[in-house]
């Protein structure tokens, strides 16, 4: 494919037209969310020999969002391994929102890590054996994957916190099935800190790239993810990252990916490099549309479908 060439040029181009997109509206179901500037647009692409390529707001904050449940997954793997995480959480998708309320029928597990029940059993297995040891190893796992520490937005943390009540009917119900053994609202604490820490386009690039080259960030040359479950997360963001349109998503652009409803994308180019965008306007499946355009002609400008 080739990613080198004059990509910064590339970008400020794509950028310039991304920005033509008027579809989609910021989120709104988050009271802190719905603030965002529809006009924000920033673009970073992170290689896997470190270099980063940037365009438009990039280094403007926003809250990583859904985009964390990738991470935390890996982490979850690697803490406890594959068998006894796929008791909690299947690998499936859900062909269902990302907030459905409702667990596999069959198992009683939900459906996948990337939608908001399977990330919220997922939260559960975090290693720590109380609320400020998980809340920090978080945060290290975060920052390994960023190359810096990443700030804890505290008034989106609060803003979930005080509204997250879907959320909330979610975590009892798998208490009620089995499928977490927590308290829920500590659960939920945490899963409402991972999702509230703030990250840059570039910052979400680097922690792409970390996945693209087997769990080793490229700049700092720290492993944040032992190379034997990235391939775990990728196929897990390739089937089940986008929602419901991961089918359309895999069959268009063919690149594991992950959104969020503050506006993120990042896609993962395996062995090469990762794209972020972030746009807040989101569209129905809860995906940012500058985004969601952006990586499609990524894609089909460099030839980046797997297939
Ligand atoms: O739990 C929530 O609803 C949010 N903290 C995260 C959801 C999210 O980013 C889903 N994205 N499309």
Redesign the pocket.
């Known amino acids: 494919m080739g990613m080198d060439g004059p990509i910064g040029d590339f970008l400020k181009t794509l950028h310039a037209e991304i920005g033509a997109i008027t579809d989609g509206a910021p989120?709104s179901?988050?009271p802190e969310l719905a603030k965002a500037d529809p006009n924000l647009c920033g673009i970073a692409v992170a290689t896997v020999d470190g270099a980063v390529h940037v365009a438009g707001d990039w280094d403007h904050p926003f809250?990583i969002?859904?985009?964390s449940k990738a991470f935390v997954y890996g982490h979850a793997l690697e803490v406890h391994g594959r068998e006894r995480v796929l008791r909690q959480v299947g690998v499936e998708p859900s062909g269902d929102s990302?907030?459905s309320i409702a667990l596999d029928t069959v198992n009683k597990r939900p459906f996948n890590p990337m939608v908001?029940s399977g990330?919220i059993a997922t939260a559960e297995l975090i290693a720590g054996t109380d609320a400020g040891e998980r809340q920090a190893n978080l945060a290290t796992l975060l920052a390994r994957f960023a190359g810096r520490p990443l700030p804890l937005d505290e008034a989106t943390y609060l803003s979930?916190k005080a509204t997250?009540h879907?959320?909330r009917a979610i975590a009892w119900m798998m208490l009620s099935a089995g499928m977490i053994e927590r308290d829920p609202e500590d659960v939920l604490d945490l899963?409402?800190r991972q999702?509230?820490y703030n990250v840059t386009a570039r910052d979400l690039a680097i922690m792409g790239a970390t996945l693209a080259n087997d769990g080793v960030n490229p700049i700092t040359g720290d492993r944040a993810l032992d190379a034997e479950y990235c391939p775990d997360v990728l196929t897990v963001m390739l089937s089940c990252g986008m929602?419901n349109y991961a089918g359309q998503w895999a069959y268009e652009v063919g690149l594991p990916a992950k959104?969020?409803?503050?506006g993120g994308i990042l896609a993962v180019i395996p062995g090469q490099a990762a794209i972020a965008i972030f746009s807040p306007p989101?569209d129905a499946?809860?995906?940012s549309a500058r985004a969601l355009a952006a990586c499609k002609r990524i894609a089909e400008r460099f030839g980046l479908h797997l297939f």
């Open positions: 989120a179901y988050i809250t969002q859904s985009i990302f907030n908001n990330a979930e997250g879907r959320n899963y409402f999702c509230s929602y959104s969020g409803v503050s989101i499946n809860g995906n």
